[in-house]
């Protein structure tokens, strides 16, 4: 072989070498449970934990919060807004309903928080009262755009900003669910539609790591 052709030969072997590793990490589920039933419930583990952005936002109390400092519990959080037609009452419904599906141990190591992609209208107190509509003890985050937006782009759940100058404008938003660890870290996505029976009973394996 010339040295080309070895040079070649050992990269196509180092990338195959990164792929596998990358393929087992996703496989073995990072010991979470069977990784097949996790993704059968549209539990999607990265093969990496990715770290938040450092940047503030408000909470439906008024309060500064880090996001990078979503620690302690996991957390699910959802982007979405108050003036959704559809697809946020129903998530945060079915959030609801899964909520009440778990065993209390999952329970106590899990939070719900929605993320505002309209940030115009969703004040502290908007989102307080909306949330309240469907559990109090889900969390609301706002703040400036550009914050709520680099989050966003970080965890990898493109929105697409309204022109607010437009009468009762919505905004373009994905249903997908994304999942921090107590660490704070990112560590997945769950996909929509939601089904919960599935996520009934894949959840506290998650939750319990």
């Given at each position: 072989?010339?040295?080309?052709?070895?040079?070649?030969?050992?990269?196509?072997?180092?990338v195959?070498?990164?792929?596998?590793?990358?393929?087992?990490?996703?496989?073995?589920?990072?010991?979470?449970?069977?990784?097949?039933?996790?993704?059968?419930?549209?539990?999607?583990?990265?093969?990496?934990?990715?770290?938040l952005?450092?940047?503030?936002?408000?909470?439906?109390?008024?309060?500064?919060?880090?996001v990078?400092?979503?620690?302690?519990?996991?957390?699910?959080?959802?982007?979405?807004?108050?003036?959704?037609?559809?697809?946020?009452?129903?998530?945060?419904?079915?959030?609801?309903?899964?909520?009440?599906?778990?065993?209390?141990?999952?329970?106590?190591?899990?939070?719900?928080?929605?993320?505002?992609?309209?940030?115009?209208?969703?004040?502290?107190?908007?989102?307080?009262?909306?949330?309240?509509?469907?559990?109090?003890?889900?969390?609301?985050?706002?703040g400036?755009?550009?914050?709520?937006?680099?989050?966003?782009?970080?965890?990898?759940?493109?929105?697409?900003?309204?022109?607010?100058?437009?009468?009762?404008?919505?905004?373009?938003?994905?249903?997908?669910?994304?999942?921090?660890?107590?660490?704070?870290?990112?560590?997945?996505?769950?996909?929509?539609?939601?089904?919960?029976?599935?996520?009934?009973?894949?959840?506290?394996?998650?939750?319990?790591?």
């Open positions: 072989m010339t040295r080309k052709q070895i040079t070649v030969a050992i990269l196509v072997a180092i195959a070498l990164v792929f596998g590793l990358t393929v087992n990490r996703v496989l073995s589920g990072k010991g979470h449970g069977d990784p097949a039933a996790m993704i059968d419930a549209g539990i999607i583990l990265l093969p990496q934990s990715r770290t952005p450092d940047l503030t936002l408000t909470n439906q109390l008024g309060q500064p919060v880090q990078d400092e979503l620690k302690g519990k996991w957390s699910l959080l959802f982007f979405g807004y108050t003036f959704c037609p559809d697809i946020c009452p129903t998530t945060l419904a079915q959030l609801r309903d899964l909520k009440g599906k778990l065993p209390k141990e999952a329970v106590d190591n899990l939070q719900v928080v929605l993320v505002s992609v309209d940030p115009n209208r969703d004040t502290p107190d908007q989102l307080k009262k909306y949330l309240g509509y469907f559990d109090p003890q889900f969390q609301g985050l706002t400036e755009l550009g914050n709520i937006q680099k989050l966003a782009n970080a965890v990898s759940i493109p929105f697409i900003p309204a022109d607010t100058s437009k009468e009762n404008y919505t905004v373009d938003h994905s249903g997908n669910l994304v999942v921090i660890g107590p660490d704070g870290t990112q560590r997945g996505f769950i996909r929509a539609p939601l089904n919960n029976a599935k996520l009934a009973v894949q959840i506290p394996e998650l939750v319990k790591q």
